[in-house]
């Protein structure tokens, strides 16, 4: 009996680590529209709030969805079978028409996906979502522009779906193609860091010395009062509208 009790519960561990390893990934469950799933926190509200309505009016005037989703990793799963595992579980574009368009950005793994549904797979072929990625994504996240790599890859598909449903060029949104990757930008030495810190507290010193704080409150409040612009209103979040994806698209590193 002993023998038997061991044997199932060997088997019954087996198992476990059998259907973990074949596990389905780790998909977050939607919040909000479903055109912004920002789980790795890479735009700000008013960017989510642009992106939310170019998705609603493409949404309303064509039924297509095409959403933004970025994680902080992937996981076990590669970046292919992540974007098409998401874009089921969220349900990207109508029903009938599978009109939908996921584009994924992985951090840790430093990936990027645009995934097309099978309505839409003859309008942004994977030669098309490959030319976009190069032209608007690679570009800006190898600057460490994020923000800048989701939006603009968003209006270039989103261009591309409006020239599938002929909405003409007032329905299309200005997007200018990435410049190449530098590293021009500022940097400062170790010592010079050191000595702003060192200018910026001796000056809160001074602040809380004579005139009691009254100077950092000011800014403090100030900050609060004007650093959060939001955005978007509108009925109550959209959800998916019952799309698939066969998998069709592209994939690229940085």
């Not at 469950?29 to 890479?42: M, R, S, T």
């Not at 994977?126 to 522009?145: C, F, Q, R, T, V």
């Not at 021009?184 to 010592?191: A, F, W």
Request: net charge negative; with cysteine; proline share 2%.
């Amino acid at each position: 009996m002993k023998f038997l009790a061991s044997f199932a519960l060997l088997l019954s561990l087996l198992c476990n680590t059998v259907s973990v390893a074949f596990a389905a990934p780790d998909i977050p469950n939607p919040v909000g529209d479903i055109y912004v799933q920002d789980f790795a926190h890479l735009l700000n509200d008013q960017e989510k709030a642009d992106i939310n309505q170019m998705g609603r009016k493409l949404d309303d005037e064509t039924k297509a969805q095409v959403a933004v989703l970025t994680v902080n990793s992937l996981g076990d799963a590669d970046v292919e079978e992540y974007a098409n595992e998401a874009f089921r579980k969220y349900k990207l574009g109508d029903k009938k028409l599978n009109n939908g368009v996921l584009i994924l950005l992985a951090k840790k793994e430093r990936k990027v996906r645009i995934e097309v549904g099978y309505g839409l797979e003859g309008a942004i072929t994977d030669i098309k979502s490959g030319e976009i990625i190069d032209s608007y994504a690679i570009p800006n996240l190898k600057n460490g522009k994020y923000d800048t790599a989701l939006e603009s890859t968003y209006k270039a598909v989103y261009n591309q779906v409006v020239k599938e449903y002929d909405l003409g060029t007032d329905f299309e949104q200005k997007v200018r193609k990435a410049d190449a990757p530098s590293d021009s930008g500022v940097h400062l030495t170790t010592l010079q860091t050191l000595l702003i810190a060192a200018v910026i507290v001796g000056l809160l010193i001074l602040d809380f010395v004579f005139f009691k704080g009254a100077i950092t409150q000011f800014l403090l409040n100030f900050l609060v009062m004007f650093g959060g612009r939001g955005g978007g209103g509108g009925s109550g979040p959209r959800g998916g509208g019952g799309g698939s994806s066969g998998g069709g698209g592209a994939s690229r590193g940085w």
